[in-house]
């Protein structure tokens, strides 16, 4: 827990990994993510401490929804993450929360080795996932690791398809060597297989 760092009961010089999960951070607020953020760029030891960390050539990251907000405001601080996007209230002014499809484009993100080309569908829940790039120079470089698709397999740059309006119906990035992904939508909650298999589903109920 971030309490454990903040009071030195834990050190991130003792792992490997760093998940910052989704769900909402400082209560169901808006700006959470940067809130969380903050807490780290605002203390001096806990900034060394993460940016020690995101330097470790054998550390790995991955940030899905509030997690995303907050690693994407940490992005002066990781390797790599130079072009990523902040993430801004949808387009639709409203909370998002459904199945959206989604494709995994080439990236050298790690969490997606051998899964390029795949499409999956993917449970968002969000009002401030909406990528917004400081110029149209880092747009174009930063590496998409997932992309919103519509019903035919194409890139979703309008609604309900694309859920707060991100260009180009970016999903998530990754960081120039993929050890750092960040994701809006929520893959850990479309785990089983009856959550989205209709035949698996209505065999269950036997």
Known sequence: HMSDLQMGRAQLKDFHGLVACGGFSYGDVLGAGQGWAKSIL???ALRDEFSAFFARPNSFALGVCNG???MANLSPIIPGAGNWPRFERNRSEQFEARLVMVELPPSPSLFFSGMYGSRIPVV???GEGRAVFESEAKAKAALTAMRYIDNRGNTATTYPFNPNGSP?????VTSDDG???ILMP???RVLRSVQSNR????????
């Not at 035949?199 to 036997?206: D, I, V």
């Open 42 to 44: 605002f203390n001096n």
């Open 186 to 188: 929520h893959p850990e």
């Open 179 to 181: 050890r750092f992904t």
């Open 68 to 70: 995303c907000q907050m």
């Open 124 to 126: 968002v829940s969000h």
């Open 199 to 206: 035949k698996t589903a209505k065999n269950s109920y036997k």
């Open 168 to 172: 180009d119906g970016i999903g998530g």
